[in-house]
């Protein structure tokens, strides 16, 4: 397992279930991980942006199966410098990462190959993204071209806050992804998260999950990496669902195919449910961080097994993926100062505590001092996630796994759910 996040640690813990291991007595690695990590998994002190040291490692321990959980090593193309020395990798090539690498990429792929999305245009220079702007109604969708940690995408209201954030971006507040920014046309409706396994050819569905981005209560102040998710998300009916693998999910995977750059790993496939069906608003190549921690919390399917399928390109031999019809709750415990300059440093305590009853807390900026304590080294320090019937009771169950955690520079939202609690009360 290669990452150290909270969407790893989920990761990490699911896969130490695993068949893979327990038939075999191997060992689950992972690097460079991070103390929850640590409760399943071997940590190693690599380097992911060193490929011939994560190579030589992998030969090293005859590593059967290589998973890169973030997108920043999948983007740089680990996993091809990975399998040029035969080793199977769950991921994207580099070539297929573009997908979220470049936000112009997967627009201009939708628009070769009809799938619904918004309006959009792609810039390069702030001159050129001020003009372009003249040509889009209020509100104004800006998204940094390259990754930004979460932090590229603006909403903005006016025209003149459009005009500060395109300043912003070209101007290197995001370094290298704000060298373009594409401008979107903003759609309404509600956004929901879908998941598809693929090797390539088969695609196999994986679960929904809703975000919650804005870092306040309400959905307000600034976007975050995410500070809470729910699985299921009811919203994307059965209906939609097949419309979306129907006219998003399949026409990509055919045409990355036929283009010569073949996707193997998961899809995550952000959409906007429109009045005239779901439109794709992004594409992520990897799962998400909460909403892997709620996929994980209701697989009941082997993960390991289906990620060497996935690798192996024979996705098909296996039943699809099985996920529990109860509902999970994740909750995102952040630094103060999040999503900001983050406090570290911060001392956590009685995780234990929370996780009595069968929540679970997965480790994201985590770390120990000196003395073996456990503190906050991050932004998002915390998922806190729990299981239940219905999203109203997982809610109260993962709040209640919060209020046990001793974390004083910490804070979270308090309202993660809230859309579907809303739809659950009027039945």
Same mark, same amino acid.
């Given at each position: 397992?290669?990452?150290?996040?909270?969407?790893?640690?989920?990761?990490?813990?699911?896969?130490?279930?695993?068949?893979?291991?327990?038939?075999?007595? +191997?060992?689950?690695?992972?690097?460079?991980?991070?103390?929850? $990590?640590?409760?399943?998994?071997?940590?190693?002190?690599?380097?992911?942006?060193?490929?011939?040291?994560?190579?030589?490692?992998?030969?090293?321990?005859?590593?059967?199966?290589?998973?890169?959980?973030? @997108?920043?090593?999948?983007?740089?193309?680990?996993?091809?410098?990975?399998?040029?020395?035969?080793?199977?990798?769950?991921?994207?090539?580099?070539?297929?990462?573009?997908?979220?690498?470049?936000?112009?990429? %997967?627009?201009?792929?939708?628009?070769?190959?009809?799938?619904? %999305?918004?309006?959009?245009?792609?810039?390069?220079?702030?001159?050129?993204?001020?003009?372009?702007?003249?040509?889009?109604?209020?509100?104004?969708?800006?998204? *940094?071209?390259?990754?930004?940690?979460?932090? =590229?995408?603006?909403?903005?209201?006016?025209?003149?806050? *459009?005009?500060?954030?395109?300043?912003?971006?070209?101007?290197?507040?995001?370094?290298?992804?704000?060298?373009?920014?594409?401008?979107?046309?903003?759609?309404?409706? @509600?956004?929901?998260?879908?998941?598809?396994?693929?090797?390539?050819?088969? $695609?196999?569905?994986?679960?929904?999950?809703?975000?919650?981005?804005?870092? =306040?209560?309400? +959905?307000?102040?600034?976007?975050?990496?995410?500070?809470?998710?729910?699985?299921?998300?009811?919203?994307?009916?059965?209906?939609?669902?097949?419309?979306?693998?129907?006219? !998003? !999910?399949?026409? %990509?995977?055919?045409?990355?195919?036929?283009?010569?750059?073949?996707?193997?790993?998961?899809?995550?496939?952000?959409?906007?449910?429109?009045?005239?069906?779901?439109?794709?608003?992004?594409?992520? *190549?990897?799962?998400?961080?909460?909403?892997?921690?709620?996929?994980?919390?209701?697989?009941?399917? +082997?993960?390991?097994?289906?990620?060497?399928?996935?690798?192996?390109?024979?996705?098909?031999?296996?039943?699809?993926?099985?996920?529990?019809?109860?509902?999970?709750?994740?909750?995102?415990?952040?630094?103060?100062?999040?999503? =900001?300059?983050?406090?570290?440093?911060?001392? !956590?305590?009685?995780?234990?505590?929370?996780?009595?009853?069968?929540?679970?807390?997965?480790?994201?900026?985590?770390?120990?001092?000196?003395?073996?304590?456990?503190?906050?080294?991050?932004?998002?320090?915390?998922?806190?996630?729990?299981?239940?019937?219905?999203?109203?009771?997982?809610?109260?169950?993962?709040?209640?796994?919060?209020?046990?955690?001793?974390?004083?520079?910490?804070?979270?939202?308090?309202?993660?759910?809230?859309?579907?609690?809303?739809?659950?009360?009027?039945?």
């Amino acid at each position: 397992m290669l990452g150290s996040g909270g969407r790893e640690h989920a990761l990490s813990w699911k896969l130490a279930q695993s068949r893979l291991l327990a038939s075999t007595n +191997d060992i689950l690695y992972a690097a460079p991980g991070n103390p929850g $990590i640590a409760e399943h998994a071997e940590l190693v002190g690599l380097e992911l942006t060193d490929h011939a040291a994560v190579a030589e490692f992998c030969a090293a321990k005859r590593i059967g199966l290589v998973v890169i959980g973030p @997108e920043a090593p999948l983007v740089d193309g680990l996993a091809d410098s990975l399998r040029a020395e035969g080793f199977a990798v769950f991921g994207p090539s580099k070539a297929a990462a573009q997908l979220e690498g470049s936000k112009g990429f %997967t627009k201009d792929l939708c628009e070769r190959a009809g799938i619904p %999305t918004g309006g959009y245009v792609r810039t390069r220079s702030l001159a050129e993204a001020k003009a372009a702007l003249h040509t889009f109604e209020p509100p104004y969708v800006l998204k *940094a071209d390259g990754l930004a940690a979460g932090k =590229g995408v603006v909403i903005a209201d006016t025209f003149a806050e *459009a005009e500060d954030a395109l300043a912003d971006m070209f101007g290197g507040a995001l370094g290298e992804a704000g060298a373009e920014v594409v401008i979107e046309e903003f759609l309404e409706g @509600e956004e929901v998260s879908f998941f598809a396994l693929t090797d390539g050819a088969t $695609i196999v569905p994986f679960g929904s999950a809703q975000d919650h981005k804005r870092v =306040g209560d309400g +959905d307000t102040g600034p976007n975050t990496g995410g500070m809470g998710a729910y699985s299921p998300a009811p919203v994307l009916t059965p209906l939609l669902r097949g419309e979306a693998i129907e006219r !998003i !999910i399949a026409p %990509t995977v055919k045409t990355m195919a036929n283009e010569g750059m073949p996707y193997s790993g998961v899809l995550f496939a952000g959409l906007m449910l429109t009045d005239s069906g779901p439109k794709l608003i992004e594409y992520n *190549a990897r799962f998400g961080d909460p909403e892997c921690q709620v996929l994980m919390m209701r697989l009941e399917s +082997d993960l390991g097994e289906l990620l060497l399928a996935c690798a192996e390109s024979r996705l098909a031999s296996l039943p699809p993926p099985k996920l529990a019809k109860a509902s999970a709750l994740t909750v995102v415990m952040a630094a103060r100062g999040y999503p =900001g300059t983050p406090e570290k440093g911060g001392a !956590i305590r009685n995780i234990e505590d929370a996780e009595v009853g069968g929540a679970k807390v997965f480790h994201a900026g985590t770390a120990l001092d000196a003395a073996g304590n456990l503190i906050a080294n991050g932004g998002r320090v915390l998922s806190v996630t729990a299981l239940g019937a219905n999203v109203t009771k997982t809610q109260k169950a993962a709040y209640d796994a919060v209020d046990k955690v001793d974390f004083p520079s910490g804070f979270c939202r308090r309202d993660i759910g809230w859309r579907e609690v809303e739809r659950e009360k009027r039945g």
